[in-house]
C-alpha cells in the first residue's frame, strides 16, 4: 500500500530578508508565534519551534513512518537535523541584527531507537558559549517520560551579514 506526504512552505528567501532587519531573538519569537513562517526544513521533516529564550530553543518533533530507514527504525537523520536546527537556533537567539552563523562541527551521539510508538519527541538545544567568531551549543532529545534519545554538540561560525542578500559578507570576515 502506497504512503503519501504533502509538504508545503513559504519563499525562504522572502523570510530571510525579513530576518536580517531583526534580531535573532527577535526573529525566532516571530517564528515561534506564527508571525514569520517556518523554515522549509521544518516541514520537510516535520518539527515545530515551541520554545524560545536567549540562549535556549525547543522543538518537537513527532516520528513518522516518512522518517523511517531500511531497518524499520526512524532514520538517525531527523534527530541530527532537528539538533542541529536546535543548537543552530539557541546560538541565532544571542546575535543581533546583521549576524549570522553556520554549523562547522556537528556531533551527535544516538542512545536509543525511535520508532512512531515512540511518540512525540523533545529536543532542547543550549548555547554553551558565545565568542566574537565562534559559538558552542548542546542539544539533547527526550521522550514525554524524559527518556534521553540522543544527545549532541555543535561548533558555529558566526559573521556578518551582506546587507543585501543576507549571505555572509566576506570583506567583513577577513
Not at 526544513?41 to 531500511?70: K, T, W
Not at 542541529?84 to 562547522?104: F, K, N, Q, V, W
Not at 538545544?125 to 521522550?143: H, K, L, N, P, S
Request: aromatic share 6%; hydrophobic share 40%.
Amino acid at each position: 500500500m502506497k504512503r503519501e506526504r504533502t509538504i508545503t512552505w513559504a519563499d525562504p528567501q522572502a523570510v530571510a530578508a525579513t530576518a536580517r532587519q531583526m534580531s535573532g531573538l527577535e526573529y525566532l519569537q516571530a517564528i515561534q508565534r506564527q508571525q514569520l513562517p517556518a523554515p522549509p526544513i521544518a516541514s520537510l521533516m516535520g518539527y515545530d519551534l515551541v520554545e524560545v529564550s536567549p540562549g535556549r530553543v525547543v522543538f518537537v518533533v513527532s516520528p513518522h513512518e516518512c522518517h523511517y530507514n531500511p531497518l524499520g527504525v526512524v532514520h538517525g537523520g531527523l534527530l541530527a537535523t532537528v539538533m542541529d536546527s536546535a543548537m543552530a537556533c539557541a546560538i541565532h537567539t544571542m546575535l543581533p541584527r546583521g549576524e549570522g552563523s553556520t554549523t562547522l562541527e556537528l556531533h551527535v551521539n544516538y542512545v536509543r531507537a525511535v520508532t512512531i510508538q515512540t511518540g512525540p519527541l523533545r529536543c532542547e538545544g543550549e548555547v554553551i558559549y558565545r565568542g566574537g567568531r565562534i559559538a558552542t551549543a548542546q542539544a539533547r532529545v527526550f521522550d514525554q517520560s524524559g527518556l534521553l534519545y540522543a544527545h549532541g554538540t555543535t561548533t558555529c561560525l558566526i559573521f556578518r551579514l551582506s546587507q543585501d542578500s543576507g549571505t555572509p559578507n566576506q570583506q567583513a570576515n577577513s
